[in-house]
């Protein structure tokens, strides 16, 4: 098919808190293909931005994309995908080893940083995970 551009970003109130994922797919054109807002319960703000750049990869892959451009605002996930930084933290571990075989399926990647400003959208996705679970606990009381 053809390139994807996914700007992911995880958020977590706590760290370890409460914790969202926010992934916005755009086409070469960049056109929004998909947003995805998900909340993924408590855990830390690192994992939170390791499981968006899964969700996003997975993502692509079941849309038949067979290259992406991740951006992240993750300086850390970044360098350690890139493998500028090794991967130390025992919790990160297996959620690296997942993104390293999903980005073998694509034919090409690139991974690459960006300030917090240019991921907006990202983050706002990723806060709104948040947000609506917790309102939805606040009505189940």
Known sequence: MSKVIAYTDGAS??????????????????????????????TTNNIAEYTAMITALKEALEMDFDEIEVISDSELMVKQINKEYQVKNEGLKPLYKEICKLLEEFKSYTVRHVRRENNKRADELANRGIDEALDEEELDI
């Open 13 to 42: 109130r706590g760290n370890p808190g409460n914790a969202g994922i926010g992934v916005l797919l755009l086409d070469e054109d960049h056109n929004v293909i998909k947003e995805i807002s998900e909340y993924i319960g408590e």
